[in-house]
């Protein structure tokens, strides 16, 4: 949230699956994701209705998450 409101100044939902379901979210096919957009995962595919991560795209091959609260972000491979 702190990322991409201080890269947008836009305001997100606090929780991954409003921001998944909010209106101020577009999505688009990952083969046309772009720096700086969002990542969503869900429990078994399920984005509707079952978020479980979210992460910001770096790069065609890489993504920049935090996995939970105290821990350190991270750069990984899609």
Not at 48 to 77: D, E, L, M
């Amino acid at each position: 949230m702190h990322a991409v409101y201080k890269a947008t100044g836009k305001k997100l939902p606090h929780k991954a699956q409003k921001q998944y379901t909010s209106r101020k979210c577009m999505h688009v096919p990952l083969s046309q994701r772009k720096k700086g957009d969002l990542v969503f995962w869900g429990t078994n595919g399920n984005c509707k209705r079952a978020i479980k991560h979210v992460a910001i795209v770096k790069n065609k091959q890489k993504t920049t998450n935090a996995p939970r609260k105290g821990k350190p972000i991270r750069v990984q491979n899609h």
